[in-house]
């Protein structure tokens, strides 16, 4: 559970992880600089445990990994989408952080509302407003996946 970011359409790896920053890959590193471009607020607010709420499109532009990694070393706990850019869809499960296509959550979630999210259900609640929405459920292994912290770990953990 934790406090929504909400941002608009077609949010790109840009904006999510600036280039000028990409000269590491550590994401402790990278956290420092997440959103920065578009909400120059949200390193110093954003707790672990919080949502990114988006409108359609998010995480297109360039393919980069650093883009998921970031917003998940920042202590982002899912982001919520409509649609998200087919490359950030994938880079975000191999690198561990949860994603859910929901557009209803997505029109009806207000930024600052608290969201509840569980991922085995894909059932979303928000406390604030006493709403629940359903997105599609993670598939078993796509859980494991994240248990293990993505794809990378998940394969070292369990050869």
Known sequence: MGKVFKYGENVDTDV???ARHLNTSDPAE??????????ADFVSKVKAGDLIVAGRNFGCGSSREHA???IKAAGV??????TFAR???RNSFNTGLPILECEEAAVRI???DEVEVNFKTGEIRNITKGE???????PEFINRIIENDG??????NNL
């Open 30 to 39: 990278l956290a420092k600089h997440c959103m920065e471009d578009i909400d």
């Open 68 to 70: 998921p990694i970031a």
């Open 132 to 138: 629940a929405y359903q997105a599609e459920a993670f």
């Open 16 to 18: 999510i992880i600036p």
């Open 151 to 156: 794809l990378v770990n998940y394969v070292k």
């Open 110 to 112: 207000a930024a600052g």
């Open 87 to 89: 490359i950030f869809y």
């Open 77 to 82: 706990s899912c982001v919520i989408a409509p």
